[in-house]
């Protein structure tokens, strides 16, 4: 039996989830209709009335919502609450562009909080539990988001933010955290960090919840081991709330849907068209009961696959696999795509840790890649032909993956910059 943070609505019969989910979606079109100018043109530009939209059977109707169209009416997009009805606002990174401001009114940091708390409780948490937050605090979710889970479950919050390492491990011994929230890679440095100061007797962790960057399953193993802990995954994008509209349950096959809160689609990422469950394509969510920023057909660039199998957990909320990567990671390399997570997965079996960075840049007219690794500890050789070896053995392995050749640098452990929070991976030099 597993462990719950509101066992009626995550065990409800998939029925019963479905008419909670069009009562609803009734009634956030008719919000969204009369409160949310920028939404309504559109649908009238479709020549939509609020009458065509009847029930969740009448979604592919309306129009999307691409994250350009909320930057381009920056700072307002969506808002669909007087600002007087609002309480905090989020912000996406802006790595790619203009920032998005997300607006939330009580009600909606309530439920998101409630999706990060049962995320912890997924992980088998409970009010015994100390939870160490180090996801970062401020605009971005990860911090505001676990810290306000952790507390509805009733968890002690360590609320340390990213960075200063030192810091972190104290508080994580001298108080014995037993889940850590941060990104994978992080969890990475700080278990790297604890074997070199040999505090592993010391640490009291259990589980972590990881999340906000792409992480392989040869990651989560690695991680798994050399914390001793059980990783789970979380999913969650700014635009729709933050961390927890998905999480993992002890199965580790896919992430819990929080189907009462967000309605979830696949579509074919070039015709729009909806795809039935069980095939790959672009993630869609549609936020169901949010009041102040209530995205409509959400277009997440994610592509990944949804399915309703049984869980062993007893969670009824449909599952989506971990996405193969956001389409904003995916690099186009010699015309063939790339993500991040398959080179990390390659050089996690071939022994070394997730301490890499790719450079892209383009010669004469074709492009090239150059894959920096850190020799671990145990590889570490300054014998040239070793080396010459072991990077020769990576070249092959990367184009059996990749299909493309990828030029390899082994260097020293340690020399390449570590993250506090997400992980620079990628340097694109191409001037297209
Ligand atoms: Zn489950």
């Given at each position: 039996m597993s462990n719950y943070f509101q066992p009626a609505i995550e065990t409800m019969p998939a029925a019963q989830i479905k008419a909670l989910q069009n009562e609803k979606f009734r009634k956030q079109m008719a919000h969204v209709w009369n409160d949310c100018p920028d939404y309504r043109r559109k649908m009238e530009a479709a020549g939509l009335t609020l009458d065509d939209i009847q029930s969740l059977d009448d979604i592919g109707k309306l129009p999307f919502t691409s994250k350009d169209d909320l930057r381009e009416h920056y700072p307002y997009a969506m808002l669909a609450k007087p600002l007087a009805d609002c309480v905090r606002i989020q912000s996406t990174s802006g790595t790619t562009g203009k920032r998005v401001i997300a607006y939330y009114t009580q009600h909606d940091i309530d439920i998101w909080e409630e999706c990060c708390a049962r995320a912890i409780a997924a992980t088998g948490g409970t009010k015994e539990d100390v939870v160490q937050v180090s996801y970062g605090y401020g605009l971005f979710t990860g911090g505001p988001g676990l810290n306000g889970g952790s507390h509805k479950l009733g968890c002690l919050t360590l609320p340390m933010s990213s960075g200063n390492t030192d810091r972190q491990l104290q508080f994580m011994t001298d108080l014995g955290a037993t889940i850590i929230c941060c990104t994978p890679s992080y969890a990475a440095y700080l278990a790297e960090s604890i074997k070199e100061r040999g505090l592993r007797d010391q640490i009291k962790?259990?589980?972590?919840?990881?999340?906000?960057?792409?992480?392989?399953?040869?990651?989560?193993?690695?991680?798994?081991?050399?914390?001793?802990?059980?990783?789970?995954?979380?999913?969650?994008?700014?635009?729709?709330?933050?961390?927890?509209?998905?999480?993992?349950?002890?199965?580790?096959?896919?992430?819990?849907?929080?189907?009462?809160?967000?309605?979830?689609?696949?579509?074919?990422?070039d015709t729009g068209e909806i795809l039935p469950e069980g095939a790959e394509g672009e993630l869609v969510f549609t936020c169901l009961d949010?009041?102040?920023?209530?995205?409509?057909?959400y277009r997440t660039k994610d592509i990944c696959v949804l399915t309703r199998k049984t869980c062993s957990c007893g969670r009824t909320f449909i599952k989506m696999v971990k996405p193969r990567g956001r389409s904003d990671d995916m690099l186009i390399i010699k015309g063939v795509n790339v993500f991040p997570s398959q080179i990390e997965a390659v050089l996690l079996e071939q022994g070394y840790q997730a301490n890499y960075q790719l450079i892209v840049d383009r010669v004469n007219n074709s492009d090239t890649l150059d894959v920096n690794v850190e020799m671990t500890p145990e590889k570490f050789t300054d014998n040239l032909g070793q080396v010459s070896e072991m990077e020769k053995k990576l070249v092959a392995a990367l184009k059996a993956m990749l299909g493309i050749y990828a030029k390899v640098h082994l260097v020293a452990p340690k020399s390449i910059t570590r993250s506090e929070g997400k992980a620079v991976r990628v340097i694109d030099n191409r001037k297209i």
């Open positions: 962790l259990k589980a972590g919840i990881f999340g906000a960057e792409a992480w392989s399953e040869e990651m989560r193993r690695d991680i798994e081991q050399s914390l001793g802990i059980k990783a789970y995954d979380i999913y969650g994008l700014t635009e729709i709330s933050g961390p927890g509209v998905s999480f993992e349950c002890e199965e580790q096959t896919g992430m819990h849907i929080n189907e009462d809160h967000f309605y979830a689609e696949i579509i074919d990422p949010k009041e102040a920023f209530p995205v409509i057909r």
